[in-house]
T-cell receptor, first 112, second 117 residues
Framework: GAVVSQHPSRVICKSGTSVKIECRSLDFQATTMFWYRQFPKQSLMLMATSNEGSKATYEQGVEKDKFLINHASLTLSTLTVTSAHPEDSSFYIC????????FGQGTRLTVV | GNSVTQMEGPVTLSEEAFLTINCTYT??????LFWYVQYPGEGLQLLLK?????DKGSNKGFEATYRKETTSFHLEKGSVQVSDSAVYFC????????????????FGQGTILTVHP
């Protein structure tokens, strides 16, 4: 089946710094990728839709200037959490659209 | 809008017990329905899916049938194992292949399953 790789799997950063998370489709091209956020013991909430070569579409309530998304190629989308704060600590998961929705393994972000 | 409601957990079972996790949905048209599983510390894995009414998805002993008349997609397994302990998510996708919403999922709240030896 299709493989989506997300990196890093875990990251700890200091408050005020920025963190970049990568999502790669390894064996297929994905013009569209999705970024989700999962709070502890809660469901996944869609943050944004990442479109190759164009601006991302953000869900209501998601700050686009805080969560920067870049989809510069058909196999890579990045999510940058800018000026991170402890409340941004969460599990972030990407999925790539390619005959279905294939998920990365997720990134556990901890902001201290 | 679309929504998915799962039975609240956590669910605790003994090994070899029968499992049912209820899932109902609200959507217009004909969504595709999915069950995903998340093992501790990991991302989501597709467990099974069904794309039209009366379809039955199955994998690893798990089954779910797309019931349009009751807008349900309940997950069942006849005999659970300790290794089935995980969080299970019911989800729907309302997009059609090639459409802008294709691949965008709406998730239920997740059900934690713990299986004891």
């Amino acid at each position: 089946g299709a493989v989506v790789s997300q990196h890093p799997s875990r990251v700890i950063c200091k408050s005020g710094t920025s963190v970049k998370i990568e999502c790669r489709s390894l064996d297929f091209q994905a013009t569209t990728m999705f970024w989700y956020r999962q709070f502890p013991k809660q469901s996944l909430m869609l943050m944004a839709t990442s479109n190759e070569g164009s601006k991302a579409t953000y869900e209501q309530g998601v700050e686009k200037d805080k969560f920067l998304i870049n989809h510069a190629s058909l196999t890579l989308s990045t999510l940058t959490v800018t000026s991170a704060h402890p409340e941004d600590s969460s599990f972030y998961i990407c999925s790539a659209r390619g005959g279905g929705a294939f998920f990365g393994q997720g990134t556990r972000l901890t902001v201290v | 809008g679309n929504s998915v409601t799962q039975m609240e957990g956590p669910v605790t079972l003994s090994e070899e017990a029968f499992l049912t996790i209820n899932c109902t949905y609200t959507a217009t048209g004909y969504p595709s329905l999915f069950w995903y599983v998340q093992y501790p510390g990991e991302g989501l894995q597709l467990l099974l899916k069904a794309t039209k009414a009366d379809d039955k998805g199955s994998n690893k002993g798990f089954e779910a049938t797309y019931r349009k008349e009751t807008t349900s997609f309940h997950l069942e397994k006849g005999s659970v194992q300790v290794s089935d302990s995980a969080v299970y998510f019911c989800a729907l996708s309302h997009g059609i292949a090639g459409g802008t919403s294709y691949g965008k999922l709406t998730f239920g709240q997740g059900t934690i399953l713990t299986v004891h030896p």
